[in-house]
């Protein structure tokens, strides 16, 4: 017979508990439990079990380590993995999909983080090296280990931290265990979806044959529906010279300038709109572990990792834009810093672009570790892994794209006056455009303009072997160990990308009548992000459609009075004539970065005492040799095409190019973590290391590339550099914290990082190949002239046709030799710059007693040496990602009711550089989540639970340069889950 308590349940065993829940943790167990010849089993559980062996875990390590720890089997803190490694000092989430997704350690992003599962590396979606935890229920998970010191045994790739994920391995907690668990998850924003969406996991783990066999299986299985809502504008250009183009136009624009510097700069929005996308994820995961240990002195362990996330999205932009030139310009308020607040433009259409997003994304992980211990003295432990992320679009892609719109504009507003968080939007249209009933648009004004799909297939490998070895002196004080090793890797990224090009769709050419009125479902625009002041327009409404119906009218021309250029009725430029890549044809491009890595390390171990304290100190030495191979293929462009004065598009070479390039480096990591035991209860320690963090395999790419719609202003394309150098960091720490008492303590931490060989994005005007611009060679020139001369406004759809009418010619316009050849602003990486950071941490944890409460606490403090300055256009170098934190978390663990409520927040913060070097910052984010579970007493194992996340509906608001300079607003809500645990 047992029965389980909650930490606060029993006295009378306390100390005897305490240390076998520390001899647990440092085995790795998730629970444990302690036997009495005369007292039953008695398990341990709960909040206060999982922070003792936590807070242990931090104790006993080398260098600063964090630690989370599952509260049961099959229970980890929270739903997600990023949302629980927020709250440890230092570390900060990035959200998509109102989901946390990324980690930022100490002002480092996600591509400075190395995440590992198991210590084995793992490949990740696309370019990135950062890890999705999105990608992995928590359920399986057993711990987290949060490396912000660095050390010769491991392994190597983040500045930021080593982010280590456990999951369970049946030796390590042997008998009979399990958990089965079942929530109903309900999303607050969801509008199309199911309001309640199930899931499901379980973990089974057992040993066998006096616990030399055992056998742990986990699983789980989960859907989400919801809606993300965001206003956005697309970028924001410096310095567009608008009133020589309104004139050039033979329009005027009333202008009030309240700049300081007449002078100075001039910042423009392209658009502003909203979008409304709609979710439908399924996320599967699973974990067979095998192990054997047929004699005491070895053990094996076979595993296998499998995820797999299916994701289908649908979103409606809706909004207005403004032409290139900023010829459509009528009505211009600029403030002192120069962003233009108010800008009202003419013409143009009220635009709905649909966007579908199908994509599936597959890890699989193949491993094998055996420990051996050799002798006494002498162990060894060999790792080896294959692993595989296959990710991409299906079906149409994970970009397919259709464009309709009311295309009657008359005067459009972008009103940014008021000071509110989101601008107003104010459409008037024409009283004779297409279906508009008294000055709105009916589902009768839709025309159509192009559509394009897009299908990426990624995949990542990595193989990986290990083989690790400690000797034992025997020494009491000196060198008590050596810790050794040599390990291989590779990891090979491939990236293919598919495209249809664009599709033409009449180019708003009178071409309504094609889809039916039926398809066309208005829906509320006033009222969407209800966290923000401000937003919403004078057009109370946008129109929704089926994305494939409308998309299958153009396919099979089926409507009414099919046009000549509907896909598959007839003549057409486009083929083959359906919005669907062919991937039996060539890819647009083809690229695979290959890098392997040898290395090598040594380590030793040494304990003495200074002035009558123990002294502990580790200090070792890793070696890394690192050789890159890129190769491409890749369609490239050979011409540019000016379709109107808002769309550009290229024709590209029917044959690729191949091209193969390679780099290499070698890094010496040495390493030295000292800790002293002032007293029984506080430790001080004092870390330097140097660390690496490898460039984005992306980065490496041998070729060049431009973007498919270039625009004039717009006009932008990147180069890959595989002679990149890793991020190279000086880490120091120096910290101190006192245990004063079960499961509490207070620490204090200081941090530099002199960061140098940072890789940076140069940008530099150059021409690409041969091409040209249509818009200023000499056929534009002479249409223009002709034009002003005949008393016509040269606008640019008048100068097309002129174009056309003096070559005889219709359609688009292609460039020709005697067009100028076009200038793009090129972006290739490049080791230039170095940075120095630093801050402070600060955490407490306190249990109040035996009353059953606790609190944890902690903040960061980050600085650096380089600032943004808002007002340059140039390049400049900074950090995005730098912010201050902090994270509060209540709790109350007894009788079998256990809550929790907790409270994160970070600064705001620079996210990084958009078009024209614009800085955009996130503003500042605090996010309440709380939990609460209670044990029924009637059924034993059986607990059931509510959790809250982001309860009180924060969202968030991205800025450029200026908070008045508006960029985007994400309407985030609160999703709930309520559900029922059973374990034994």
Not at 25 to 30: C, H, K, P, V
Not at 218 to 238: F, H, K, L, P, T
Request: aromatic share 10%; proline share 4%; charged share 20%.
């Amino acid at each position: 017979m047992s029965k389980t308590l909650t930490n606060k349940q029993s006295t009378s065993f306390r100390k005897k508990l305490i240390a076998t829940a520390v001899t647990s943790a440092m085995l790795g167990a998730s629970s444990f439990a302690l036997a009495q010849d005369d007292v039953e089993e008695v398990v341990i559980t709960g909040i206060k079990a999982s922070m003792q062996r936590a807070m242990d875990i931090k104790r006993d390590a080398k260098g600063v380590v964090e630690a989370i720890s599952a509260e049961d089997i099959g229970k980890f803190p929270d739903t997600n993995l990023a949302e629980s490694l927020q709250r440890i000092s230092g570390v900060s989430i990035d959200r998509q999909n109102n989901e946390g997704s990324k980690i930022t350690v100490r002002g480092f992003g996600s591509d400075f983080n190395l995440v590992t599962l198991n210590g084995r590396q793992m490949p990740t979606n696309g370019s990135s090296r950062s890890f999705e935890f999105s990608d992995l229920a928590a359920e399986t998970v057993s711990g987290v280990e949060v490396y912000k010191t660095f050390g010769a045994t491991r392994a190597s790739g983040g500045i930021g931290a080593l982010v280590n994920i456990k999951t369970a391995r049946p030796l390590d907690n042997p008998g009979l265990k399990g958990s089965i668990g079942a929530k109903a998850v309900m999303d607050t924003t969801n509008e199309v979806g199911d309001d309640i969406t199930p899931e499901i996991s379980g973990i089974f783990s057992n040993t066998f044959a006096d616990d030399t066999f055992g056998i742990a299986i986990s699983g789980s299985y989960q859907e989400r529906d919801n809606r993300a809502v965001n206003a956005d504008i697309a970028n924001w250009r410096n310095d567009i010279n608008f009133q020589k183009a309104v004139a050039d136009a033979g329009a005027t624009v009333n202008v009030t300038d309240n700049r300081t510097d007449k002078s100075g700069h001039v910042y423009y929005p392209r658009n502003f709109g909203y979008g409304i996308e709609d979710f439908h994820r399924e996320r599967t995961n699973g974990q067979l572990v095998l192990q054997y240990a047929p004699i005491d002195t070895l053990k094996t362990t076979l595993d296998y990792t499998y995820s797999k996330v299916d994701l289908t999205a649908i979103n409606t932009g809706v909004g207005i834009y403004y032409n290139d030139s900023g010829s459509d310009a009528r009505d211009v308020v600029i403030d002192e810093n120069g962003t233009i607040t108010k800008l009202t433009a003419a013409g143009d259409d009220f635009a709905s672009n649909i966007r579908l997003n199908t994509s599936e994304t597959e890890n699989k992980s193949f491993g094998f570790n055996a420990k051996w211990e050799a002798t006494d003295n002498l162990s060894f432990n060999f790792d080896a892994h294959k692993s595989t992320n296959e990710n991409g679009g299906v079906g149409r892609g994970h970009n397919a794209f259709l464009i309709l719109a009311a295309a009657s504009i008359d005067r459009k507003t972008y009103d940014a006056t008021a000071g509110a968080d989101i601008p107003y939007m104010h459409v008037t249209f024409r009283p004779d455009g297409p279906g508009i009933v008294n000055g709105l648009p009916t589902a009768a004004s839709y025309d159509s303009l192009f559509g394009e799909a897009n299908l990426n297939i990624n995949k990542s490998e990595v193989e990986q072997y290990q083989i690790d070895g400690t000797f034992d002196t025997n020494a009491d004080t000196g060198i008590t160990s050596i810790n050794f090793g040599a390990g291989q890797s590779e990891i090979a990224n491939r990236w293919r990308g598919y495209s249809t090009g664009q599709l033409p769709a009449g180019w708003y050419g009178g071409n309504a009548n094609l889809f039916p009125d039926e398809v066309f479902k208005e829906e509320k625009l006033n009222g969407l992000t209800p966290s923000f002041s401000g937003g919403g327009s004078n057009v109370p409404f946008y129109h929704s459609w089926d994305f494939e119906t409308n998309v299958q009218v153009l396919e099979n021309g089926k409507w009414k009075n099919p046009e000549p250029w509907v896909w598959g009725s007839g003549a057409s430029n486009c083929n083959p004539c359906v919005m669907r890549p062919d991937l039996n044809g060539n890819p647009v491009n083809d690229h695979l970065v290959t890098e392997e890595t040898t290395s090598a390390y040594v380590e030793f171990n040494s304990v003495g005492d200074l002035v009558g304290m123990p002294l502990n100190i580790t200090s070792g030495l890793r070696y890394e040799s690192t050789n890159i191979e890129a190769n491409s293929f890749q369609q490239d462009p050979k011409s540019i095409v000016w379709i109107n004065q808002t769309e550009w598009s290229l024709i590209l070479n029917e044959e690729s190019s191949y091209t193969s390039v390679g780099g290499d480096y070698d890094v010496f990591l040495p390493s030295i973590d000292v800790s002293l035991d002032v007293n029984d209860d506080v430790v001080g320690r004092f870390s330097y290391s140097k660390s690496i963090t490898r460039p984005t395999l992306n980065k490496m790419i041998g070729t060049t590339s431009v973007t498919s719609r270039p625009k004039p202003g717009e006009r932008t394309g990147t180069a890959g550099n595989p002679d990149l150098k890793p991020f190279m960091a000086d880490n120091f720490d120096l910290s101190a914290e006192w245990y004063y008492d079960e499961a509490s303590y207070v620490s204090a931490g200081f941090f530099l990082k002199q960061v140098d060989d940072f890789i940076v994005d140069v940008i530099t005007e150059k021409e690409v190949g041969n091409l040209r611009d249509p818009s200023q060679g000499l056929r534009a020139a002479q249409a223009r002239a002709q034009l002003i001369a005949e008393g016509i406004t040269p606008t640019d759809t008048n100068v097309i046709n002129r174009i056309n009418a003096n070559a005889g010619t219709t359609g688009n316009v292609v460039q020709d030799n005697n067009d100028p050849l076009a200038k793009f602003n090129m972006t290739q990486p490049a080791n230039q710059e170095q940075a120095r950071f630093y801050g402070w941490e600060f955490a407490a944890q306190h249990m109040f007693g035996e009353s059953g409460f606790g609190v944890q606490a902690n903040a960061t403090f980050v600085s650096s040496d380089i600032d943004v300055d808002n007002s340059s256009t140039d390049f400049q170098f900074a950090l995005p990602g730098l912010s201050d934190s902090y994270n509060l978390v209540g709790f109350y663990d007894l009788h079998g009711l256990q809550a929790r409520i907790a409270y994160n927040w970070r600064d705001t913060f620079l996210n990084g550089f958009g078009e024209g070097s614009t800085p955009y910052y996130t503003e500042d984010y605090g996010q309440v989540d709380v939990t609460v579970s209670y044990d029924l007493p009637f059924v034993e194992g059986m607990t059931v639970f509510v959790e809250g996340i982001n309860v009180t509906d924060e969202s968030q608001r991205v800025y450029a340069r200026y908070e008045n300079q508006f960029k985007s607003a994400s309407q985030y809500g609160a999703r709930y889950n309520l559900g029922v645990r059973y374990s034994f």
